[in-house]
């Protein structure tokens, strides 16, 4: 019970959020911030990229990108935009979503869970130690987990409803990065020692092996920050895509997403996140960040190093930044 209230009080805090904002944002400004941000961060080294996929630590590291998009279907870029990477942990709030649609929001809180686990996102004692082993959509067991939860027993059927889920969201068709799709199958076998424990405490829901392939593949779907910027617009627009016009989520399973995502967007520097910047958030190992502000804009950035938690610093940093200038902050507009 005590996680669903606190999920429940962080979609109340976001709902109050949207309500209470009613500024407009002038376009010149948006860009005059966007490249301020840039011009800030581009020269920071700190960090490095993430080694344990092969394919990813040959990124460039010199990459960096930053996109606005906002409810109302403007977009600002800046940055080496039309660089492509992998979505990796991304992936997962879309996921999760599509589970919430098909399965709806308690099928999830009572066959995954959605407390933070406060370790690592490949851990495998957050499993140990949770006694009802509920882990979370958001870290590598509970995204894997939630996988083998959405409908369809064959890898085709499941696959597709995936890959057509995110094209709707980023209103284009994407497509696998088959190069890491593959240092990552050559190199998940940690993952699948993560499945079978699950599977062995009855918390994966179908086939190990095929769940842990389209997982991966998900991982390894090509995305520019412009794409994570127009997905996580479709969070800051209530569900509704604001280019397409098409309603692909509803309003409460959208709060429950940014709800999740405000508490184990970062992993383990989740809190220090919303201490620090107040937007519910998603990073992932391939340097990308998507954050958003209920009923205003989504933003994402992308460099590919990391801090050791597995977040980007230079994404961090600007988005950081970004909000502060906006005054986007998801806690401070209560009254």
Known sequence: MKTWISSAFLSFIILCSTACLARPYDPQKVEQVLNTAHALYKDTNAGANADYIPALAKVDSSL????????DGQVFTQ?????????QSISKVFTLALAMEQQGSEAIVDKIGVNATGLPFNSVAAIELNQDRSVNPLVNAG?????????GDKTQQKWQSIATWYDQFAGRELAVMNEVYQSESATNGHN???A????SYD??????DMNLDIYTRQCS????????A???????????????GEALMTAENVQRVLAVMATAGLYETSGDWAFQVGLPAKSGVGGGIIAVMPGKFAIAAFSPKLDEAGNSVRAQRAIDYIADKANANVFSHLD
């Open 64 to 71: 960096f990108a930053i996109a606005i998009v906002t409810a």
């Open 79 to 87: 940055g080496d935009i039309d660089a492509t990477f992998s979505i």
């Open 143 to 151: 995204a894997m987990a939630t996988v083998s939860l959405l409908e």
């Open 192 to 194: 699948l020692a993560i």
């Open 196 to 199: 079978e424990l699950l599977k």
């Open 203 to 208: 918390r994966f829901y179908g086939d190990v």
């Open 221 to 228: 779907v090509g995305v520019t920050t412009k794409d994570l």
């Open 230 to 244: 127009m997905m996580a617009s479709v969070l800051a627009n209530g569900g509704t895509h604001p280019v397409t």
